[in-house]
Each structure stands twice: as C-alpha cells, then as structure tokens.
C-alpha cells in the first residue's frame, strides 16, 4: 500500500516568518502536485512536479521534488496571514491513471 | 471555461436513509471523474472514478456506490446511510489521466 507521509501536521507562526512542509514516501511517483484548500471548498492546485530534482517556484513559495521522485517539498518565505490554510501533497503512482494518494495535510495558520 | 458543480453543499440525513450527490462538469467532454471523501482538515480518500459513461471503478469497500448516466455527471448514492459515512464529500474532474484535479466545492454530509 502506498502512502504519503506529509509533516508538519500543524504549524502556527507569525507573519514574515519562513516554513518548509515536507511530503514523504517509499514509492516513487510519476509526478506529485500541491494543492491549498480553504475551509469549506474543494483544493485547488499549486504546482505540479514530475522531475526528479525539479523546482519550481510561485511569488513566495518554492517546490522541490526529490532526484529519486520519493519525496517533496514547500517552501514559504516571509508567510502572511492569506497563506493560512490546508497544505496537500498528492503522489501519482500509478504511472498516469489519474488515481492520487494524498498527504494527511498541513494546516498552516498565519498569525499577523 | 470548465466549470464543475456540486450539491447540495450540506447535507443531514438520518441513519438508513438513501443518498444521492449529484456532480456535473461544463465545459469539456469525456473527462475523468472521481468522488474522493476527506476527514476533517485531513487528506482525501479516493473512493471512485471513471474515465467513461458507466465505467466505474471501486477503490475502497464501503456502501456507497457510483454512477455516470451521462459523460459529465456523476452521482454518489448509498441505499442505506451509516454513521461513519459522515464526512465531507468532493468531486473531481481532469481532462486525462496525466493532468492535475479540478475539484468542486464539496458536500458536507452528516449522518445522525
């Protein structure tokens, strides 16, 4: 069974400060996006990843996807309180069949 | 532009009773769909996709079911409600296999 382990579950920090959230696997996958999700809507995607050592990079957050596609990152600099939200890795690893694991999340909340 | 709609936003039905949540996608054609339910500010769970009218494949056992009448609409329905159906239901589409999700605003479903 594939998994994605995805760390911090939680973070609360102040505005300006920086945060990495990591997202883990034993699997390699074909590709590996982000998505933010707002209470009470569907997440939308960040940024898909398919390179092994890729980055990529979106105003303030940046991400990388391991050499051997096992694992990810995001990384915030200088946060604010409209990052605050829900933080999903999702893994493809079913060479392209559109069928995700996703991370547990990281809820991240963005103190002014 | 693609659209995707979703309802009803809340839901109470009572233990034993039927469900239907009903999905649609505007603005393509032949998309994948798939039902995913997610835990409270946790990740999701794939339950069901479907890469054509009336192809559906399973990805867990539960007592929901899934249905595609018609090549943009997808229904989730269960005959008879279970407490731990409770949860929040979303639905996705993609253009392909290979491309991110574009999800709903997902249902809210309580089961009493």
């Known amino acids: 069974t594939q998994l994605l382990e995805q760390s911090p579950q939680f973070l609360s920090i102040q505005e300006g400060e920086n945060l990495t959230v990591y997202c883990n696997s034993s699997?390699?996958?074909?590709?590996l996006q982000w998505y933010r999700q707002e209470p009470g809507e569907g997440p939308v995607l960040l940024v898909t990843v398919v390179t092994g050592g890729e980055v990529k990079k979106l105003k303030r957050l940046t991400f990388q996807f391991g050499d051997a596609r096992k694992d990810s990152s995001l990384h915030i600099t200088a946060a604010q309180p409209g990052d605050t939200g829900l933080y999903l890795c999702?893994?493809?690893?079913?060479?392209?069949?559109?069928?995700?694991?996703f991370g547990q999340g990281t809820t991240l909340q963005v103190k002014p | 532009s693609q659209t995707i709609h979703q309802w009803p936003a809340t839901l109470v039905q009572p233990v034993g009773s039927p469900l239907s949540l009903e999905c649609t996608v505007e603005?393509?054609?032949?998309?994948?769909l798939y039902w995913y339910r997610q835990a409270a500010g946790r990740g999701l769970q794939l339950l069901f996709y479907?890469?054509?009218?009336?192809?559906i494949s399973s990805e867990v056992p539960q007592n929901l079911s899934a249905s595609r009448p018609q090549d943009r609409q997808f229904i989730l329905s269960s005959k008879k409600l279970l407490l731990s159906d409770s949860g929040f239901y979303l639905c996705a589409w993609s253009p392909s296999a290979s491309s991110p999700l574009h999800f709903g605003n997902g249902t809210r479903l309580t089961v009493t």
């Open positions: 999702a893994g493809d690893y079913s060479g392209n069949t559109g069928k995700l694991i």
């Open positions: 603005g393509t054609s032949n998309p994948n």
């Open positions: 699997s390699v996958f074909s590709s």
């Open positions: 479907s890469v054509g009218i009336g192809q």
